[in-house]
């Protein structure tokens, strides 16, 4: 099998109901690549090479007797805070390394059932907080892979598999999206439940997913969702709203590219209008920390008390501020964000999406995750957001731009990306690949 149909959902898909792959011709190419690459890269925190291979003979088995299912045979990457029956759910939590899931969460037995095979667990940060997981940038091995999902944002760059399951509280799946070249889906908030997954923060906890093109990150997405979305037609050119004050914080690679992506999107043919936010960034990423904190230092608590010595300095910090919030802070922030939300709602019915940079700079250095602002104002208001890769920088480190749409409109968003993706420039492979 040739490397490159191993990361292509839809080439995948493809060949399977053509017969030109088995289910375990795929899963042992991605084994192989794992092999090689793991040492460079420590995008897994637990892999299951036998369990994966059976399971790929038995979906071979199913194919022969002429059954194929939406993802049949597709490898993919789940982050280590999701559980997955029969394999350790440690969280980037040392305590945690010995405790084995005893059943699939929903999300992981929704991908079971679509045929989908589960190869591993992908590293965390520490209970996917802001204390740096072991996993390197396929890009460059002193920049951070972002976070929280760290193991999924590279494992999907070095093409060890074709798609990734991760989760979101502030920017934790398009922050490694963005800095690893792959893209990067939060959809609306609840769309894909969270049951089963370590807690964060209840009510700004998504799951996403991270994969190497719209049209892949689209499939995985309808059919976990179990719905039909046709992205075969070409879509009008969609009307856009750069949001300027996300280019006001930006450093000027990061403001020069998205710049120069908002006009080769208008010589395509689509609207582009700048425009501000309605209301203050700086009050949007208040209460989204408020918020976090809070809900944070509820969910850790008593583990804090009893593991002390094994919390990250990072996520040490946020329980001890979330402690000292007040219950009147907390419920003002929380009638805030409510207020907020639909403002930013009727910002976005204005346009088909939102346009901005999805980090303010490449990608940092390894001691941190990076800024995780310009995505955080999104997973507050619950809106569906999408990261695509847009270029390199002069040093050879991915850029992205990122979309947002109205809560519940997942789908036009993805319609969107597709259009968008394809004025895009295309990135080499990162040299750990190449």
Sequence with gaps: MSDQPAFSICGLVSQIKERRLRASEIVAACLERIERLEPKL?????????????????????????????????????????????????????????????????????????????????????FAFADPAPTVNPWHPERTP????SGSGAAVAARMVPFAIGSQTAGSVLRPAAYCGTIGFKPSYGWLTTSGVVPLAWSLDHLGLIACTVQDTALAYVALLEQ????????????????????????????????????????????????????????????????????????????LSRYREHYGPRLRAAVETGLLVPAALELHARRLRARLARVIDELLGQADAALLPTVPAPAPGRETT?????????????????????????????????????????RSLLQVAAWCERALPRLPEPPVVA
């Excluded at 972002?146 to 999902?149: D, H, K, L, Q, R």
């Excluded at 070409?234 to 120069?260: G, K």
């Excluded at 800024?371 to 208001?381: E, I, Y």
């Design 228 to 303: 039909r979305v046709d992205f075969s037609f070409q879509p009008q050119p969609p009307r856009l709203l750069l949001l300027t004050d996300f280019l006001d914080r930006s450093e000027p690679v990061v403001r020069a590219n998205l710049l120069e992506v908002a006009q080769s999107f208008r010589a395509a043919g689509a609207p582009v209008e700048e425009r501000r936010l309605p209301v203050d960034l700086d009050l949007l990423l208040a209460v989204h920390h408020v918020l976090m904190t809070a809900e944070t230092a509820a969910v850790h608590r008593e583990n």
């Design 42 to 126: 420590q995008a897994w925190a637990f892999l299951d090479p036998e369990g994966s291979r059976r399971e790929a003979e038995r979906l071979d088995r199913l194919a022969g007797s002429g059954t194929l299912l939406p993802l049949h045979g597709v490898p993919v990457g789940v982050k280590d805070i999701i559980d997955v029956a029969g394999m350790p759910t440690a969280a980037g939590f040392e305590p945690y390394r010995g405790r084995v899931a005893r059943v699939d969460a929903p999300i992981v037995a929704r991908l079971r059932a679509l045929g989908a095979v589960v190869l591993g667990k992908t590293h965390t940060t520490q």
């Design 370 to 410: 990076g800024d995780r602002s310009f995505q955080a104002v999104w997973t507050l208001c619950r809106t569906p957001s999408i990261s695509l890769p847009s270029g390199l920088s002069p040093d050879g480190l991915p850029l992205a731009i990122q979309l947002v749409a109205r809560q519940g409109h997942d």
């Design 146 to 149: 972002g976070g929280s999902s």
